[in-house]
């Protein structure tokens, strides 16, 4: 069995965050298909999960690229808002637990 210490580690989380970044960059390309297409399409409640699940780069840069969304308001301010609410708290995490 392994211990917390164990899979929470620097790499795994590096790898984690390519991995949801390039979910959260996927969706939105995939969203932007199917729309063209007029075909099922992601939620808004989905891309909003994996930009909450730490995917804000890849959501935000696809958003931009793909031209997709960027009329809502809600996510032309959303999406950032919660990419910048993440790294300050990954910098208070940093600070309070790792830096001594």
Do not use: C
């Not at 990954?90 to 790792?98: D, E, Q, T």
């Amino acid at each position: 069995m392994f211990t917390l210490n164990e899979i929470i580690t620097l790499p795994n989380a590096i790898i984690y965050f390519i991995i949801i970044n390039l979910v959260g960059f996927f969706f939105m390309w995939a969203d932007k298909k199917k729309a063209q297409k007029g075909a099922w399409r992601i939620s808004e409640q989905a891309l909003f999960y994996v930009t909450l699940l730490g995917g804000g780069f890849g959501t935000i840069f696809g958003m931009y690229l793909f031209r997709h969304k960027t009329k809502k308001l809600r996510f032309t301010i959303g999406l950032p808002v919660i990419l910048v609410s993440e790294i300050i708290l990954l910098g208070y995490i940093i600070i309070k637990y790792f830096i001594k």
